[in-house]
């Protein structure tokens, strides 16, 4: 838990979330600006600023993201429809909340910036 995270506050539920599920080890809830029709974001609760930070340790973990935004879409009905999955690291990745998070985002033909 750090302080000053927005994150770790909806985790702690000392501030609202629109939660869609939690275990132990992680927290998803949707996205408040929603960027897609579903926009959810899979979240660790441990606090970990950013990729960068990851450890060896960390490997089941991000691995388990994964598998919790793979449920989600199933029960988001997009699974076949297909989604994204991005985390954004850093300044110039557009990180903006230092805090873990793997976007999930459907529910419509997304738009791939040319650079990818
Ligand atoms: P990123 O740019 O990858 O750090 O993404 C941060 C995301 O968190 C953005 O898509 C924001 O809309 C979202 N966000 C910020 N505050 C909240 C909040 N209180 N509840 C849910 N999502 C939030
Ligand atoms: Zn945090």
């Known amino acids: 838990m750090s302080e000053d995270c927005i994150f770790c506050k909806i985790i702690a539920k000392e501030i ?18 929603p960027a ?6 899979i979240v660790p609760k441990k606090h970990i600023p950013s990729i960068n930070e990851v450890t060896e340790e960390d490997e089941t973990l991000l ?8 449920k989600l879409a199933e029960k988001e ?6 989604y994204r999955l991005v985390i954004n690291t ?11 998070h793997l976007h999930l985002m459907g529910g419509k033909k997304l738009i791939t910036p040319k650079h990818l």
């Open 63 to 70: 691995g388990h993201l994964h598998i919790v935004a793979k």
């Open 77 to 82: 009905g997009i699974a076949e429809r297909g």
């Open 16 to 33: 609202p979330g629109d939660i869609l599920y939690e275990d132990e080890q992680v927290m998803a809830f949707r996205d408040i600006q």
């Open 90 to 100: 850093g300044k110039e990745g557009g990180q903006i909340i230092y805090h873990i």
């Open 36 to 41: 897609a029709p579903i926009h959810i974001l």
